[in-house]
């Protein structure tokens, strides 16, 4: 049976309760059904790659914090790789552990923001982003312990840190991860066998495997379309290679899928931080590095498995102190290539689950 | 003046300081229980324990600029909350708060308390479309296919009770109650309820005015004192649904050693107490599933409902009342469970041409 | 269930409104090089004299507008996620009354712009602020609705709220903490109470 | 391990699978010209390489030339690489899109196209993505000067 129908444009955003942000969506509209779609980006673009460009490498690294703001710590660390590989900068073994522990640490601050908005997009009235940010408050404690900032932390130097963790982190940290496994079997209780939040996330907004790929989605994303791909495995980098881990992955790519992985890969995360916690070394905190970096001429590309997923920084030294070219590769702006394909046929209710699903950062898409 | 006009003088007065003072309370109420379901204390600054924050908001809405759109139908629009309120306050006219206390005992007052609530929706719908807004024009469709949808099941479930009692007014319905009707009629309290908080558009139906979707649905372009008065419309529904509830299946005024009045007030807190925890916890259904839900699952329940009690009425009628309660109990949950499994929510995903 | 769409119903192709809209935020760029002053009279205003009606009317009103501030959602970035923990459980905005965030600024006291503004997007900020019904309030929140912070210099970022929208409580801080917001929404509950209805 | 394609090999088995196609290997990169950057491409996401997916798609300024930098990875070989190209026309910068091979390339080319003003030809819908309409210059080019 076919409906002779005429379709209109809604706007949604760029100021919208579930936008996350200032993002904005064209949509054509049939009666509630979305026929078609246009992303509209630039509304957060501050251009920081430009501004990058004007300051010394150490400047560079509030920029970073400012990307993705709900993962400063991982962005922080990309950056901070990529100009060590470029200069050739040891780092101390005692910072490597310290790295991972702040890495994991942000990866379930950052899915425990993100679940929360994506509950509140499926319209639960706030109540478990209220749970959610309890949980995230803590980590943000340990956060403001050691860097003194609550949100955008600007912690790492080229060769460690810029100071040593303070003397109550640890034990604050041990405190949590007896009491964050007990957290997110309460999540899951109540939300991954709610009933309303299984009809609105099983079976939509699928992203197939091929398309996942072609699309270069990353992180929970591609990792929910059954894609068993992780830098922390697949490129190991700092020293994830010594630590055992799951990948989580599920099978059918749609909204659910997305969200159980985020759940799963917290639990994995649990369990890289008792082990780095428990083989944690004493010594340097920082490895030799000049003042005033001038890495020699070349370029490097330098990727880290951030929360939203493969965080790569590109730059270019022409030898002197300021980058010549400073780029991310941005995983929020391309888990958004294939949102189109997810939403289309779906309606206005489902587009804020999918979307809420694939969890963005303006400030990374838009940079 | 005769008896009538004083009668009438002294309820409408009692009726209005009830109404707005009820409503008052039970913003403040929603909003200290949200709190505590979120871990948070709520609004405790204005006056003791809060108490005088719905007062504080309804003096500042009342205050702020009135602005109406250029490229709205003015008229209609002015028009809109009247019209969804007005009904509203109309309902209030035939509950009994205790045994006679009411406005008016009229013979058919649930019949009268239906058609005037149904009325609600025709002010909302003018609402979304004088707005001239996207938003509210999304808002207003999905409530003109919900509400009429959800109308049926509604009414079918409070038919159950008219047969028991064998009459329409509200009074003769609480003096029937010997034993609450929330026992004999457990599947049409059920029915009731579901309808009744889609009726009110309380999540998780919540879809015409679904903030993380809509804005704020219909009245997305109301400021000031026209959007007090949805607001004073939506918890005044409430009430009105919670006091209906009440009256029909709770036993209304009717309760031990407390007076009436206190009784019914209780019963109304206990049914608000509950869309409130709803409210709280669960998250929203999408437009499909609402309607899936409300013609697939309530409707032949409802249905189901009115023949069980009518082979009760005709085939057992001197049964013993405890053994019924247990059979009705039982075969509520039966089927329940027996249409959970049968109905699928349909909808998903449509081929795009 | 298919459904055939027809032609959108508008007047305008998308690439048309792009067109349109880019032409819009050129000459907003353009019309606003000098910033709004800021409405701080305020600040070193006395208390008002006793009088017995003008001045309870006055109380009544300034009380209600204390207690009942409801805050539009206006996050742009890193400041945004302040925002909520402000409103979260931990500082809890509910408390004085703010827990209703109108996702329409028609029903809303307060605009606490937080974020990096974007000349892309300030006439939506100025269009969300005329939207907005009196008697309204602006809370600029962080560095960057301060001066631009460290996207000052940048070729696309607003340098400070004030050259959109006039701007009553600035908060600095890159992001501020929750208790330095809260202190800014105290500010603007002082600005209220002190506000004169009548002018005398 | 991500392991790193040898780029010597992969030149000589190029120019054996294109003949007539330009190409240089260099230690860290493989270089081809802008004309024939759909072929290769065409090649190396085909069997035997793989490269089904493009992590990083990017352009840099240099004073003669602006370089368009793709980063590939396959992920059934777990294999990554490198390949550049130039384009010297810096007035009126042209090459072909790469959107039907990558959907990833997409948005990352609209993005070149905003802030270094390389057309791709055959995109399926080139336009400004984070400026507006009317902006004007090309705010990573190194003759932009930031400010205002």
Redesign the interface.
Known sequence: MAIKTESFILNIGPQHPSTHGVFRLRLILDGEVITDLEPVFGYLHRGIEKLAEGRTYLQDIPFTDRLDYLGSMTNNHAYVMAVEKLAGITVPERAEYIRVILDELQRIASHLAGLGFFLNDLGALQTPLLYMFREREKIVELFDMCSGQRLNYNYYRFGGFVQDLPEEFLPALKKLLDTLPGFIDEYEQLISTNEIVLIRTKGVGVLKRELAINSSAAGPVLRASGVNWDIRRNDPYSIYDRFEFDIPTAQNGDTYDRYMVRIREMRQSVRILRQAVKDLPEGEIMGKAPKLLKPPAGEVYSRIEGPKGELGFYLVSDGTDKPYRWRVRPPCLLNLSALKDMVVGWKVADLMAIFGSIDIVMGEVDR | MSDFWVHLLVYLVILFGFVIVSVLLFIWLERRFIGRFQLRPGPNRAGPFGLLQPIADAIKVLIKEDIIPTESDKGVFWLAPLVAFVPVMLMFAAIPFADGAMLVDLNIGILYILAVSSVTVIGIFMAGWSSNSKYSLLGAMRTIAQEVSYEIPLVLSILGVVMLTGSLSMNEIVKAQSVPFVLLQPLGFFVYLSAAMAEINRTPFDLLEAESEIIAGFHTEYSGMKFGLFYLMEYAEVLAISAIATTLFLGGWQGPLLHPVIWFITKVLIIFMFIIWVRATIPRLRIDQVMAFGWKFLLPLSLANLVITAFEILAAPDMNTAVLIGINIAVMFGLILLFSRFYKLGGGRVSVK | MELDSGKPLSLLTLDEIDQHEGGIIQSFRTGHTTPYPDPADWLNSEEPPPGVFVTSVEKVLNWSRHYSLWPVMFGLACCAIEMMCMAASRWDLARFGMDIFRASPRQADLMIVAGTLTWKMAPWLKRIYDQMPEPKWVLAMGACGTSGGLFRDSYSVVPGFNMVVPVDVYVPGCPPRPEALLRAIMDIHEKIDKTRIIKR | ??AVLDYQQLKADLSKELPGIEIQAES?FLLALPEDIHHVCQYLVSRPLQM?????L?A??YPEYIEI?F?LNS?VN?T?M?LKTRLTDKTNPKMASVVDI???????ER?IYD?FGVVFENHIGL?????????EGY??RKD?A???
Do not use: C, V
């Open positions: 391990m991500t860290s089904d997916y493009l992590t990083n990017t840099a300024d930098i980063h992920i777990n990554a490198t990558w959907r990833g390339a997409e948005l990352q993005e802030l336009k400004r993505i984070f400026l507006w309409e009317g902006f705010p990573l932009f930031n400010g205002h």
